[in-house]
């Protein structure tokens, strides 16, 4: 991983990341599901990391794991894959806005989630109970 600004791959064609959460409760671990475009040759030194939604480069990550590598892959079809983050190793709760990241081996990201948020699980309090009308 080299010192570099963050450098981005075009969207259109880049890894996607499935059913990302709007929350994450912290002290669990994360699993992480992504498709790797059609024609992409994954390597043992790509990596997808958790970053705060305004670093700027691929070094300000906040913990990361070595892509999955399949086995086999048939040429020319998308590759669906997950990786799992270790609760000890994620961000605190809190208001802080974070994102997944695939970065290749040239240190480019050629793929980001939505944001989302390490949080505490809401309290009971907060459901809303209907009532029959009599």
Known sequence: MEESPLSRAPSRGGVNFLN?????????????????????????????????????????????????????????????????????????PGAQLYQFRYVNRQGQVCGQSPPFQFREPRPMDELVTLEEAD
């Open 20 to 92: 990302v959460a709007r929350t994450y409760i912290p002290n669990t671990k994360v699993e992480c599901h992504y498709t790797l475009p059609p024609g992409t040759m994954p390597s043992a030194s790509d990596w997808i990391g958790i970053f705060k939604v305004e670093a700027a480069c691929v070094r300000d990550y906040h913990t990361f794991v070595w892509s999955s590598v399949p086995e086999s892959t048939t040429d020319g079809s998308p590759i669906h894959t997950s990786v799992q983050f270790q609760a000890s190793y994620l961000p605190k």
